[in-house]
């Protein structure tokens, strides 16, 4: 139940970004998070996902005017369509190239374009896992990045990434020190407090990074 709190908070978020504007959502799953980005004003949604089963449950059950499910695979996916806003939520982690992702979702974006992207904080999710090639404990991730990683990855695709353009959900007190920060979490039940709730970073440490990337330099 939580994850799926956290999941609809993050469209809850991307609503803030897309009314009037034509939306790509990668790896959209079951499809109700292009329903919450629809009725939020955009013009047009296009959700897609790799499996097939996801795509039809999606067509069933959140079908509307302005919503196009696609069954394909993210690096395959190819359209002549450039959209405004391209969200990709709990995505990059699960693909083995995750460069060429970025690369194409910069591609799939208008000059002006955003994309709206999130990811599990390496620091919390896999705190054994000091590097970026170190193996996460979901064993379905190829691998899981920190913030500063993640951020590094889209600015070397081209997009622009300003301190301010970073989010954070599920934000905690912090230490590196391993036996400290599990003291930590059972003093302060840090994992209960934390809210799912999508908040500028600064002084926490966010379980889930969500960026806003521009493809262009914004001012």
Do not use: W
């Not at 034509?22 to 790896?27: G, I, Q, S, T, Y």
């Not at 450039?82 to 460069?99: A, K, W």
Request: net charge positive; aromatic share 10%.
């Amino acid at each position: 139940m939580k994850l799926r709190r956290n999941i609809v908070e993050r469209y809850k978020f991307a609503s803030h970004y897309i009314k009037g504007k034509k939306v790509l959502d990668l790896a959209c799953g079951s499809g109700y998070g292009c329903k919450i980005i629809a009725k939020a004003g955009a013009t047009k949604v296009v959700g897609v996902d790799i499996s097939q089963e996801s795509i039809e449950f999606a067509q069933k059950k959140f079908g509307m005017s302005n919503i196009v499910f696609i069954r394909r695979d993210i690096l395959s996916y190819e359209t002549e369509e450039r959209y405004d806003v391209i969200t990709s939520f709990e995505t990059i982690e699960h693909v083995e190239r995750y460069d060429m992702a970025l690369q194409k979702f910069y591609s799939l974006l208008k000059p002006t374009g955003i994309l709206i992207i999130s990811s599990p904080n390496r620091k919390i999710t896999s705190p054994l896992a000091k590097t970026i090639n170190d193996s996460p404990v979901n064993r379905f991730h190829k691998r899981e990045f920190n913030t500063s990683e993640l951020r590094a990855g889209l600015e070397k695709q081209g997009f622009v990434v300003k301190n301010s353009d970073i989010y954070g959900q599920q934000q905690l007190l912090y230490c590196k020190n391993n036996y400290l920060n599990r003291r930590f979490k059972k003093v302060f039940k840090m994992f209960k407090v934390s809210k799912p709730s999508v908040t500028p970073v600064r002084h926490l440490t966010p379980t889930y990074c969500v960026i806003v990337a521009h493809k262009c330099c914004v001012r």
